[in-house]
């Protein structure tokens, strides 16, 4: 896994709010706190039993050819999981034979999938299904997942959350729904929560200044900044979200931001930076990470987790990553 952390990031955002070419530059710094998010590999499979034909635990990684697709089947192999040959994808896909992380898996069509899942689901009885796939997809998926009796885990975003949720409520299959896979993000985010919320108003009259650098192809602000965010503001800073500052262009990621050549097609550098009133005071904090193979980890942890909990037959079906980082057993 790459987590960058680039020394010159830290000169974006200042406390005395000066821009030069439309990005922020630093003055001085009194007092610099930096979070730096950085990530360990998924746990091993070894205290785990599972019946099916005496191998890994078998997992089903739909839309395997998309680049957070191809990460978790590189991560789940590296830990041990056994993925099966099959994957669902696009329709001018199916049909096709991809290797990737060494597996060669046949791609089919949403028009037989039913079909296919519940013969994967007949032949590995134990297995859990991983979903990378699009925002619209979202809500059909789990009713098939649900439909055929699979666990799966929902990294994909977007969809109607509230008719996900009710869909794996009414059919009680288990699963880990969460928008964000990267264990050390989601920790970090929960920290901001607690401080947020033991803390009201902890950095009142403080002022905020958020950039945040992601792939050319993302349009939006990062729900992860916009969370933070709301944290900032429990704790009585006044931001408005379209005060965020979002570095799209490869030009000023590579020579302004630090993002490496190699990762701009796949980044997200985050940097936090509150001034006291009268500049003195100034507190950072960043997350930098370069790559996916954060989130493949956290993924591949949660399927863990998750094939636990169906062992154990918890009394609890639905989770989300706080859940995951609560069992505490990730190497």
């Known amino acids: 896994m790459n987590v960058c952390s680039q020394g010159k990031f830290g000169a974006f955002l200042n406390g005395g709010g000066v821009k030069k070419n439309g990005v922020f530059s630093v003055r001085r710094s009194f007092v610099s706190v930096s979070a730096v998010m950085s990530s360990t590999p998924a746990q091993n499979v070894?205290?785990?039993?599972?019946?099916?034909?005496?191998?890994?635990?078998?997992i089903m990684v739909n839309s395997c050819t998309g680049k957070m697709g191809k990460s978790v089947i590189e991560a789940a192999v590296h830990a041990g999981l056994n993925v099966v040959p099959v994957s669902f994808g696009a329709a001018e896909e199916s049909g096709q034979s991809v290797q990737i992380g060494g597996k060669e898996i046949k791609i089919h069509s949403q028009s037989e999938r039913e079909d296919i899942l519940a013969s994967v689901h007949d032949e590995y009885p134990d297995l859990i299904v991983v979903d990378y796939t699009v925002p619209p997809a979202v809500n059909d998926n789990a009713e098939l997942y649900c439909k055929i009796g699979v666990p799966f885990v929902m990294g994909t975003t977007g969809g109607d959350r509230e008719k996900l949720y009710k869909t794996v409520?009414?059919?009680?299959i288990y699963a880990v729904i969460s928008p964000q896979m990267g264990k050390q993000v989601v920790a970090f985010l929960a920290a901001?929560?607690?401080?947020?919320?033991?803390?009201?108003?902890?950095?009142?009259?403080?002022s905020l200044q958020v950039m945040e650098s992601h792939q050319a192809g993302k349009k939006d602000a990062s729900g992860t900044a916009k969370?933070?965010?709301?944290?900032?503001?429990?704790?009585?800073?006044?931001?408005?979200?379209?005060?965020?500052?979002?570095?799209?262009?490869?030009?000023?990621?590579?020579?302004?931001?630090?993002?490496?050549?190699?990762?701009?097609?796949?980044?997200?550098?985050?940097?936090?930076?509150?001034?006291?009133?009268?500049?003195?005071?100034?507190?950072?904090?960043?997350?930098n990470v370069c790559g996916r193979s954060i989130y493949a980890e956290g993924t591949v942890d949660a399927v863990l987790f998750l094939a636990k909990k169906v062992q154990a037959k918890a009394a609890k079906r639905i989770y989300n990553m706080i859940d995951v980082l609560h069992e505490g057993n990730m190497q």
Request: charged residues 20%; glycine residues 6%.
């Open 46 to 58: 070894e205290n785990l039993s599972f019946k099916s034909k005496d191998i890994g635990l078998p």
């Open 169 to 172: 409520e009414d059919s009680n």
């Open 192 to 206: 901001m929560e607690i401080m947020a919320e033991q803390f009201p108003g902890a950095f009142s009259g403080y």
């Open 227 to 287: 969370a933070v965010i709301q944290c900032f503001q429990k704790l009585g800073v006044a931001f408005d979200m379209d005060q965020i500052q979002l570095i799209r262009d490869p030009k000023q990621q590579v020579e302004m931001v630090g993002v490496p050549q190699e990762h701009l097609a796949g980044h997200a550098f985050h940097i936090y930076q509150l001034t006291s009133p009268d500049k003195t005071v100034s507190f950072e904090f960043q997350h």
